[in-house]
């Protein structure tokens, strides 16, 4: 599993995007880089890319990474959830029904994960930042 991201300082935003097999040790190496790495900008909202994450696993597992996500990251945001999969949204569901007084939600574009986050003032820089991050992963 890998996991990528780009930080958008005009909007305090966070692209995350997850690429292959899930894995419970990848997403706690994921974790511990995110919190060295964004130690120092305010991420008010997140936007999780989850569409080409392979998702094997049962809901003791969603419990385990909201654990993991609760234990390790202070910091209280929005995150949206790119999805394109059957899994990718009840993941979105499950993990968000765990993740406690933070506002989180689904969608299938770019596009709409801008808008519920209401970014739409900021689109062409999360546009071309999000982009940036797709040319990551090719």
């Given at each position: ?23 419970m040790d990848g997403y706690m190496s ?109």
């Amino acid at each position: 599993m890998k996991e990528i991201f780009e930080y958008c300082s005009m909007s305090k935003l966070l692209l995350v995007k997850w690429i292959g097999k899930f894995s419970m040790d990848g997403y706690m190496s994921g974790i511990e880089r995110f919190v060295v790495e964004t130690e120092k900008n305010e991420i008010e909202n997140v936007i999780h890319d989850i569409r080409k994450l392979d998702f094997n696993f049962k809901q003791n597992d969603i419990k385990a990474i909201a654990n993991a996500r609760i234990e390790h990251i202070d910091n209280m945001h929005n995150s949206i959830y790119i999805t394109s999969k059957p899994q990718d949204v009840v993941f979105a569901i499950l993990f968000a029904e765990l993740i406690k007084n933070q506002n989180i939600n689904h969608c299938s574009t770019i596009e709409m994960a801008i808008k519920l986050l209401g970014q739409e003032a900021n689109y062409e820089n999360i546009y071309t930042v999000f982009k940036k991050l797709e040319t990551r992963v090719s």
